[in-house]
C-alpha cells in the first residue's frame, strides 16, 4: 500500500511540475504576442508564474515530505 502511494505521488509531482511548465510558457508566449494588455495592467506580466511557482514550491515540500516518511516506513520492513 506505501508502495503505491508513493508511485501516487511521483506521477502528482510530475503532473504539478508539467502544469507549471506549460503555464510558463503560455504566459510567455501571450506576453509577446500581445504585450500592451500586459502594459495596461499594474502588475508585472509575470506575476501569475510567480504565484504558481510559490504555490508549487509548498505542494512539493509536501508531496517530498510524505515520500520521505513513505520512504522511512517502507525501509524499516
Known amino acids: 500500500m506505501l508502495k503505491r502511494i508513493s508511485q501516487i505521488l511521483n506521477i502528482f509531482i510530475i503532473s504539478a ?24 495592467q499594474s502588475a508585472p506580466w509575470y506575476t501569475s508564474i510567480l504565484v504558481y511557482g510559490i504555490c508549487l514550491l509548498g505542494l512539493l515540500g509536501v508531496s517530498l515530505i510524505l515520500k520521505a516518511v513513505i520512504h522511512k516506513k ?3 520492513r
Open 74 to 76: 517502507l525501509s524499516k
Open 17 to 40: 511540475c508539467g502544469v507549471f511548465l506549460g503555464h510558463t510558457i503560455y504566459i510567455y508566449h501571450d506576453f509577446l504576442t500581445r504585450p500592451g494588455l500586459y502594459a495596461m
